[in-house]
């Protein structure tokens, strides 16, 4: 699933959304017994799995979508709709954890919870799984065209991302500042809480060196570039992986053993909730039924949390059913954290892209 992050500028604008209120509304406190309104990404679920709730519980789902979580906050900010359970990412998470904006969940009532990936479970943003629950996850790894001959046998770290590529050939990178920022800051100092001014310049000068072999800075149009052989190497997202060897088996998906980043997306519940907990816990268990969650990964291209979940999957390739196992038994999971301040990180990508 390619989802339109906005990181830098989610985060300017949280503070403001905060001290607005982030969860005012005009709703009333009660909502129909039998409504809950659910607020995910617009390719997340899936029309099937929905109806397939409704079917069977004979409650009314009011799906809301956005593109990003900034969108989703500025939703929210807006009032109008009480969200009763929504998806944040990782980071997203972890703001509205730390304003007291998620309602602790029970997880007494979550029986699916001692199977999630435990790899997933207890990270930076939420270490007990107090406020959110593991749902699905990609990955961000480097694809590589076999015709260039490389020896990808060992791959230790992202210098093929930093290295011209060969042929006076060009590279495709991701459009998030972001990832680009702490994916340069991680090769050249590893894991860091926040970089030195000497360190930033150092992320800066070795982006601008980068910026000459670049084709591309872009995520939706990566399968047309890699496919139609515009770049032979760059960053590969994990929900791309089957629709571009669907058409070129040529390209390779490598995994450097130095860490992986990737993007998790999880289960909250608004401190703003109004549909009873009964309901709200229906849907979120019914969600984690392996058979469920694989609707999920058909529409999404996302990796689960539940593993079992991939036995039911209709769409998705072996190799691609392989990758999570893979990926989170031989490899450190990293996480796109802010080492600079979200200014800094702007104003270094201005400049790189200027």
Request: charged share 20%.
């Amino acid at each position: 699933m390619i989802k339109w992050t906005v990181r830098i500028g989610y985060l300017f604008v949280l503070t403001g959304l905060i001290v607005g209120s982030l969860f005012i509304t005009s709703y009333s406190d009660q909502k129909p017994a039998k409504t809950l309104d659910v607020f995910c990404w617009g390719d997340f679920l899936g029309e099937e799995l929905i109806a397939k709730f409704e079917e069977e519980t004979h409650i009314k789902v009011n799906l809301h979508t956005c593109n990003s979580n900034e969108e989703l906050l500025l939703k929210m900010k807006k009032g109008g709709v009480p969200y009763d359970i929504i998806f944040p990412s990782d980071y997203a998470a972890a703001l509205l954890i730390e304003n007291h904006l998620l309602r602790p969940l029970d997880k007494s009532r979550l029986p699916f919870f001692a199977s999630l990936s435990k790899q997933l479970c207890g990270q930076f943003f939420d270490r007990d799984n107090t406020y959110s629950v593991p749902f699905s996850w990609e990955a961000s790894l480097i694809a590589v065209n076999k015709k260039l001959g490389l020896d990808t046998s060992h791959v230790r770290d992202y210098s093929l991302l930093f290295s011209p590529p060969p042929h006076q050939l060009k590279l495709l990178s991701s459009q998030d500042a972001g990832e680009n920022f702490l994916t340069a800051a991680f090769y050249l100092f590893g894991n860091q809480e926040m970089l030195t001014s000497s360190q930033i310049k150092e992320v800066r000068s070795l982006l601008r060196k980068q910026r000459t072999f670049v084709e591309a800075y872009c995520d939706y149009r990566a399968k047309y570039l890699f496919t139609k052989e515009h770049c032979m190497i760059g960053v590969g997202k994990s929900c791309l992986i089957d629709p571009i060897l669907e058409e070129n088996p040529q390209i390779e998906f490598l995994f450097p053993e130095t860490g992986i980043f990737v993007s998790l997306e999880n289960v909250a519940v608004p401190v703003s909730a109004k549909a009873s907990e009964e309901n709200i816990y229906k849907f979120i268990n019914f969600v984690f039924r392996p058979e469920n969650m694989a609707l999920h990964i058909d529409t999404a291209s996302m990796f689960p949390s539940l593993q079992e979940s991939l036995l039911y999957t209709r769409k998705r390739s072996d190799y691609f059913k392989a990758l999570p196992a893979r990926i989170l038994d031989n490899y450190p999971i990293l996480f796109y954290k802010l080492v600079a301040s979200p200014s800094t990180i702007r104003e270094v990508w201005v400049d790189v892209k200027s």
